[in-house]
C-alpha cells in the first residue's frame, strides 16, 4: 500500500531559487520511490513551468493549489500566507490522514505546534532559524524544544544542523535525525572536461547583496577586457529589494541588461540551467563574509560539481570540511574574486582539480541516491490506519463568519469534512453549482434560515438530512415560512429567546428544534494583563444600526464622567457612515449625524470617544477594556460580550430580551444609574469570579459536543 505524504513548504514555485527548487525536488524524489502517493501544496497558483512542469506528469504527484475557494469557505486568495498553509495542512490531513507530512519553514512549524496530531507525522526541515545557539532567547528554545519533541523526523541540510538540534533538545534520540543534504540531477556520463569547453564563467540562482551577485557584474569587465572571447552566463529573475540599498534592483537589473560579454538568460528550468552549467570552465558562488557561519551550504556548488564544472566559493569552516583545505579556488575578497575567476579561465588545469573536487562531493548527493534514502524512511514508518468514512456536509449561506470557528472544531474531530455553497445574497446563489454540490453531501446545513432553506427544503434528496441555524432576522422575513418543514429536520437556534420569537412567528415543530449558543474562540480570546487605565475605560464593538445604541453608551460615559474624569469609552469596527445600505435610510442617517455632533460639540466627550478602526486584533484590543458594554435594544446573542468575558472585562448589558437567560443576571442592568453604579463599585476580580461559571457554561468544548450529537444523531439537548 502506498503511503500518504503531504507536502508543506514556504517556498513559492512561481519563483526561483534554491529553496523552491528544493521543494520540487523533495516531491519528485518521494514520488519516485514509488512507494508514496505524494500531494504537493502549492502556495500560489501554478502559472510557471519551470519548475511546476515537472510536478504536473510526475507519477504518484498531486498538486493541490492551496489558493482555490473549496479550500477557504468560498473565497480565493491570490497566496497563502504561511499561518494559512499551517492551517490548509491541517485541513487536509483530517481528510487524507497522511502518513508523512513534509514541512519547510519555521513560521508553519510553529503554527503546527497548536495541532499535536498533525505534528506527530511531520518531517521537519527548518534552516530559516538561528544557526548559533547564543541567539536563541528562552522563549525561542522552548519553542524549538516543542518542534522537536513532537515532530516525527528532524530533515537536518548538514552535520551542523544536527549539533544545534542536540544542543537546542538535549533529549532528542539519534534515530530522529535523518541528514537531507542538497540534491542534484544524476551525473552524466559524457561531461567534457574543462579545457575542452568555452571560455565561460556561469552564475544561476537568485540576484541578493549577500549572494554577492552585483559585485560579480561590477568585477566583470576588467576580466572580460583581458579575455575577449570570454563570455559570462547569468540565470535567473528574482532581484531581491534590498532595505538597507533601496536602488539595489534598480541597479542589478541596469547591470544585467548592459555590461559587456554578459548573458542573461533570465529564468529556465532546472534541466537548460543543468545544460548551460556543463558548458561552462566555472560556477560562481562567492557570498558576503557575513555568511562564513553558516552551517547551511548552497545546492548551487553540487550543481556546478554535478555538471563537471568548478566553483569559486568562499574559505570557511564548512566548505573547507566539505572539499578539504586545499581546495585551489577560494575567494573571501572583491580582489581575490578577480584573481580566482581569471585563474580559472585561463589554466585549465587549475579549474580541472576544483571540478574534480566538486564532483567527488557531488556524487554523494544525487537524485537517485535520494530516491533510495527516502523510500527507506518511508518504509520505516507504521502505516497510518485507513481513515473511517467522515459525514460528509454542505454548507449554504450567504453569511459564514458566525460558522467558521466551528466548522473547524467539527473537522477537528476526524469525524466530518465539509463542501461550501456560498451565496451571494439571503436570495441569490448559483443554483446549477448548489446541484452539484448536494449531489455529494449526507447532510445539508443552513447558516441562517433565509432562501438557503428555503431552495434546499425543495431540493434535497430523500436519503439527506436538512439542519438549519436560525440566528435573528429571520423572523422578520418570509422564508422559514415559504419552506417545505417536511424536509428539514431541525432547527437550532442561538439562544432561548430567539426560539421563542421564531416558534411565535412560524409555528415550527417544536420537537424538531434546539437552542446551541454560538460558539465562542476560546483559543482567540484569552486573558493578558490589562493596561493600568483599562479599569476606566469603558468599550464596544459595532454600533450600526441604530439598535446597538450608541447614544447610550455615550450616556454612561457622560454619567462616570461627573464621577471622575480618568473614564473613556472605546468604539471599536468600522464607522457606521461607511456602510451604504445606511446612508439610504434616512431615520439611521439621523440618528448617526445627531449622535456624532453630540460628540463634536461637547468638550468633555470630544476627546473621551475614542473610535478604533475595525481588524483582526481585538484580543489585544480588550487589553485597554475593563468593562465591554451591550446598551442594545435587542440581540440575538452578541458575541462581543463572550469574548470580552474571555479575555477578562466585565460585561454591562442592558435589559434586552434573552440576555439574562445567556449570559446570567448578575452583570444585567435595567438604567443608566444601575449601570454606573455596577462600574464605580466594581471590585473587578470578584465580577471576574461571578461571569466564571457563564463561560463555563458557554464552553466550546460543550458546544462543539452539542454539534457532533446533532449532526450524528438528529438528536439534541438543549445548552
Known sequence: MLKRVLICANPDLNYIDGSSIWAQTIALATAATATAQVDFIAKSTPERDELFAPLKTAQHLNI????????WQGKSYKRLSLAMMAELAVALNHIYAYDVIIVRGLEIATELLKFPEVLSKCWMYLTDIPQNLADYDTEQQQVMQSIGQGCQKLLCQTEGFKTLWQALVPSLKDNKFNLYTPVIPDIPDDLSLIAERPVRAIYAGKFKADWMTLEMVNVWPSIHSGLPE???VMIGDKIHNEPFHPEYQQHMQQALEDTDGLLWFGAQSREVVQQKLQQARVGLSWRAESMNDTVEYSTKILEYGGAGCAAILNRNALHEQLLGSDYPLFANSAREFSQQLTRALMVPE???QAADALQKLAKRHTFSTRVNEIRQWLADIPAVPKAVKKTRILVAGHDLKFFTLLQ???AASGQFEFLIDQWQGHDKHNESQ??????????????????????????????QRLIARFHLQERELPYVAEANWDNIDHISYVSEFIRREGQKTFGFPYEKTSVIANLLDDKKFTPKKKTDDSRYTLGIIGVAPSRKRLDRAIDLLEALLEEDDRYCLRVKGRNPLNYNWLLKREDELAYYQQVFERININPKLRYKVIFDPPGDDVNEWFTMVGFILSPSDFESFHMAIGEGMLTGSVPIIWDWDGAAEIW?????????????NLIINSNLNKELDNTRHVLERLSSKKTVGLWEDLLKSNTCTDL
Do not use: R
Open 664 to 676: 446570567g443576571e448578575d452583570n444585567i442592568i435595567s438604567s443608566l444609574e444601575g449601570a454606573k
Open 408 to 410: 473547524s472544531k467539527l
Open 230 to 232: 570570454s563570455e559570462f
Open 64 to 71: 493541490i493549489d492551496g489558493t482555490k475557494h473549496q479550500h
Open 350 to 352: 587549475v579549474a580541472q
Open 434 to 463: 448548489s446541484h452539484a454540490l448536494l449531489q455529494q453531501a449526507d447532510i445539508v446545513f443552513c447558516e441562517w434560515c433565509l432562501g438557503n432553506l428555503k431552495w434546499y427544503s425543495h431540493h434535497k434528496l430523500p436519503h
